[in-house]
T-cell receptor, first 116, second 120 residues
Framework: DAGVTQSPTHLIKTRGQQVTLRCSPK?????VSWYQQALGQGPQFIFQ???????QRGNFPDRFSGHQFPNYSSELNVNALLLGDSALYLC???????????????FGPGTRLTVL | AQTVTQSQPEMSVQEAETVTLSCTYD???????LFWYKQPPSRQMILVIR??????QNATENRFSVNFQKAAKSFSLKISDSQLGDTAMYFC?????????????????FGKGTKLSVIP
């Protein structure tokens, strides 16, 4: 059973460019959440997708957008990249409702984005 | 807004010894979940243990146990018989389930982490 997968592993972009990160959830999961983890910090919640809709959003600007596909996979798009967007981007999957025992969030290995 | 505070940026422990990582949180909610996640150098975040706030009994998972003090809003992690593979960043996280139905949503709020080194 494949866990959460993310691509690419590493990415280098320049300021002003746009980037798309991809996530495939663990088998049986229908909910995908995205987190940004700056160096030396804990992950910060960006947004969550369920049933192809953005269900909840953290304190991130509109430059951060996402999409969920019918197969539950998800993309994170960041426009007009800033130096401060350099971070590890983590994807986590789970199944609704999360409150049930066992419905934990499983994390992928992350995509390391470097903005020059 | 919910906040999670981990006051120990770095800790070290001798192999086979016991270590306790601290975590405090702030919320006005009564129903919530607390987690400890481990992030080794490989970057994959792994769930170590979870605690439901409505349960008075402290959660345990093999060598890992928590001391949950709801009134004090404290949630510490104890690692017994520390092993070299326990070397990692440990994050305390907090979650409020906004609904129990499929239309609900939730998010994890993380602390800044504690870097644990197990010394041979």
């Amino acid at each position: 059973d494949a866990g959460v997968t993310q691509s690419p592993t590493h990415l280098i972009k320049t300021r002003g460019q746009q980037v798309t990160l991809r996530c495939s959830p663990k088998s049986g999961h229908d909910t995908v959440s995205w987190y940004q983890q700056a160096l030396g910090q804990g992950p910060q919640f960006i947004f969550q997708y369920y049933e192809e809709e953005e269900r909840q959003r953290g304190n991130f600007p509109d430059r951060f957008s996402g999409h969920q596909f019918p197969n539950y996979s998800s993309e994170l798009n960041v426009n007009a990249l800033l130096l401060g967007d350099s971070a590890l981007y983590l994807c986590a999957s789970s199944s609704m409702p999360v409150a049930r025992v066992g419905n934990e969030q499983f994390f992928g290995p992350g995509t390391r984005l470097t903005v020059l | 807004a919910q906040t999670v505070t981990q006051s120990q940026p770095e800790m070290s422990v001798q192999e086979a010894e016991t270590v306790t990582l601290s975590c405090t949180y702030d919320t006005s909610e009564n129903n919530y979940y607390l987690f400890w996640y481990k992030q080794p150098p490989s970057r994959q975040m792994i769930l170590v243990i979870r605690q439901e706030a409505y349960k008075q009994q402290n959660a345990t998972e093999n060598r890992f146990s928590v001391n949950f003090q709801k009134a004090a809003k404290s949630f510490s992690l104890k690692i017994s018989d520390s092993q070299l593979g326990d070397t990692a960043m440990y994050f305390c996280a907090f979650m409020i389930p906004l609904a129990y139905s499929g239309a609900g949503s939730y998010q994890l709020t993380f602390g800044k982490g504690t870097k644990l080194s197990v010394i041979p």
